[in-house]
C-alpha cells in the first residue's frame, strides 16, 4: 500500500493476525519406502531444504516455517527444536555438514560424484509427486540442494484424479501437502496419525507413522473432559510427532 496518508503518518500499514489453525503444509516423506524408513535420512533431507530462499524468492518473505502439527494454536508444543536456519552461507555449509554424517551413518556415502549405498552401491534416488505445477518450483528449490550433495530426486506433476488415487493408495516417496487441524480436534486424529490408517487406504495418515505411543496418544484426543486436558494431550502428541 503506497498512498501519501501511509508516508506522513496519518495512516498505519499494520499486519493484524488471524486465529485460525495454519495448514500442516509441507513435504511429506512416506515413511513406508526406502529410503525414507531411516529417521537419519530425513532428518538430512530437512537439513538440506533452503526454506529461507524459497520463502525470499517465491513467497516475498511471508511465510514461516512450521514447527508443530497444530501451528497457529495454543495446541502447539511451545518446547520444541526451532526450526532448521539456512539464511546464511555459514548455516548452510553447516548442516550441509551435518546432513553428509547423518546420510554416511545411514549408510549413504558419495562414489563418482553420486549418493550411493555402501552394501548395494544403490543411488539414493526418489519421486516428489505434485498436484500442481505451481508447486514444481518449491520441489525443484528443493531438488536443487540435493544435488549438491549427490542427490538426485525426480519430480512428477500429476493431474487432480491420477494425484488422489496415488495419494489415497500411499503410492508415492514424497509429496507436497497438508494437513488440516481446528481449535477442537478430535477423533480424526486416530486416522491422520494411527498405525491402523497407515495401512489403509483412503486415510490421511499419508507420513505412514505408525507408533504405539502415536497411537495411544490419538487416540486420546477425543476423551479430554476439559479444554486443559485437550491442550496438554495434544501438546504432547505434537511434541512426538515432530520428534519423528
Wanted: charged share 25%.
Amino acid at each position: 500500500y503506497d498512498f501519501p496518508a501511509i508516508k506522513d503518518g496519518r495512516a498505519v500499514h499494520e499486519a493484524l493476525k488471524h486465529g485460525r489453525p495454519d495448514r500442516v503444509r509441507g513435504f511429506i516423506f512416506n515413511t513406508r519406502r526406502e529410503p525414507f524408513t531411516d529417521i537419519r535420512v530425513r532428518q538430512a533431507l530437512n537439513l538440506l531444504f533452503d526454506f529461507e530462499w524459497v520463502n525470499k524468492n517465491l513467497y516475498y518473505g511471508l511465510y514461516k516455517r512450521i514447527n508443530s502439527y497444530y501451528p497457529n494454536t495454543a495446541l502447539a508444543n511451545p518446547n520444541t527444536p526451532p526450526p532448521v536456519d539456512n539464511s546464511t552461507p555459514e548455516h548452510k555449509r553447516e548442516n550441509m555438514k551435518r546432513a553428509d554424517a547423518l546420510l554416511k551413518e545411514a549408510g549413504w556415502i558419495i562414489k563418482n560424484g553420486v549418493r550411493v549405498n555402501e552394501k548395494t552401491g544403490k543411488a539414493l534416488t526418489f519421486e516428489i509427486m505434485l498436484d500442481d505445477p505451481s508447486n514444481e518450483k518449491v520441489a525443484l528449490s528443493l531438488v536443487n540442494s540435493l544435488k549438491r550433495m549427490g542427490i538426485t530426486p525426480r519430480v512428477r506433476v500429476l493431474d487432480s484424479a491420477a494425484f488422489l488415487g496415488r495419494l489415497n493408495e500411499y503410492d508415492f516417496d514424497m509429496t507436497l501437502y497438508f494437513w488440516m487441524s481446528t481449535l477442537s480436534p478430535g477423533t480424526e486424529q486416530y486416522l491422520y496419525w494411527s498405525c491402523e490408517a497407515a495401512k489403509t487406504p483412503s486415510r490421511w495418515n499419508y507420513a505412514g507413522i505408525c507408533d504405539k505411543n502415536i497411537d495411544l496418544l490419538s487416540k486420546s484426543i477425543a476423551s479430554a473432559k476439559t479444554r486443559e486436558d485437550l491442550v496438554s494431550k495434544v501438546r504432547t502428541l505434537d511434541a512426538a510427532l515432530m520428534a519423528g
